[in-house]
């Protein structure tokens, strides 16, 4: 039976703006609760109604999707590219706020890195009225350069707005020697700390690129350019919590083995693993976070997602 304009509008009013069920709207016309079903179908396809989301940033529906079933994600969040970088971590920063607030519930631990991208997801988020959150370090401090960026203050401040408590990594994120690590390691505050943060319920994390020469890495001295350089040669596309992988996801070189962080295998764990990036010089590290199943969702940037569909 072919449905006409008439019809279409008729059930459309019905259903949205007198907010009756499909099975009142079937009496009401004389027809069955799935014609009902297929004239609202209808209703969208032929713009009869369009439905607006009011959000605090525009996503891309089609592309988040596609990013999503390309890669086998949980999911995938894409938002349009700002003018400037920083337009576009602002944006990102506000859809990742947007994603936990939809996720987070009371009696959850959340594990959290740092960089820019989770200082504008932090500054973003609204205050929420939970009970027994923990905001957990995965991976010690950067020390220098912006302390706003940093694990402490994000997880401080993440606490304040999820009215929770927060534990550090009381050391640095990368460190001189694989022995130095390993004592830290040992100690029993840290210990305990990187417990907890491997049994986080959702994993938040930035994602950092070797194309960028002034990564939060480099700022805090951690990496140097000779470091960077070899970390190249290694076949490193960026790194995830410090450690530097290929496009592949495989751990490469020997500056992960100076990395303080809980292991990459609770990464694949967590219930939501998610990192959080814009640009296109993220694109490849973030298809090896992907590849490496170190990340199963994502919230990235129009520019960084073409990218990666690209380069795949």
């Known amino acids: 039976m072919r449905n006409s304009v008439p019809q279409i509008v008729r059930v459309a009013e019905l259903y949205y703006e007198r907010n009756l069920s499909q099975k009142e709207i079937a009496t009401i016309v004389g027809t069955s609760r799935p014609r009902v079903s297929r004239l609202l179908a209808d209703a969208r396809q032929t713009g009869i109604v369009e439905i607006k989301i009011n959000r605090p940033v525009e996503k891309l529906p089609e592309l988040s999707e596609k990013l999503r079933k390309t890669f086998k994600l949980r999911d995938a969040i894409v938002v349009d590219s700002g003018e400037e970088y920083l337009d576009s971590v602002r944006n990102v920063g506000k859809a990742a706020a947007e994603l936990l607030s939809s996720i987070i519930e009371d009696d959850m631990t959340l594990g959290i890195t740092w960089g820019q991208t989770l200082f504008q997801m932090v500054k973003a988020l609204d205050t929420l009225p939970l009970e027994n959150i923990e905001i957990v370090q995965m991976i010690g401090a950067l020390g220098e350069g912006d302390s706003h960026i940093d694990g402490p203050e994000l997880a401080l401040r993440l606490a304040e707005k999820l009215d929770g408590t927060y534990r550090y990594v009381h050391a640095p994120a990368v460190v001189g020697s694989e022995e130095m690590k390993e004592m830290l390691l040992q100690q029993s505050q840290i210990q305990t700390t990187m417990r907890k943060a491997e049994q986080a319920d959702i994993m938040l994390q930035g994602i950092g690129s070797l194309a960028d020469e002034m990564s939060s890495l480099e700022r805090a001295g951690y990496l140097s350019e000779s470091e960077r350089q070899e970390s190249l040669k290694a076949g490193a596309v960026g790194h995830l919590m ?4 290929n496009i592949n996801g495989q751990h490469v070189g020997k500056y992960n083995d100076r990395v303080v962080a809980i292991s990459p295998e609770a990464l694949r764990q967590s219930k939501y693993s998610i990192g959080i990036c814009a640009s ?9 976070a992907i590849r490496g199943n170190f990340i ?3 919230v990235t940037d129009r520019r960084c997602a073409e990218q990666m569909l690209q380069i795949n």
């Open 242 to 245: 410090a450690r530097m992988i």
């Open 296 to 298: 199963n969702t994502l």
């Open 280 to 288: 296109r010089r993220k694109a490849k590290p973030t298809l090896g």
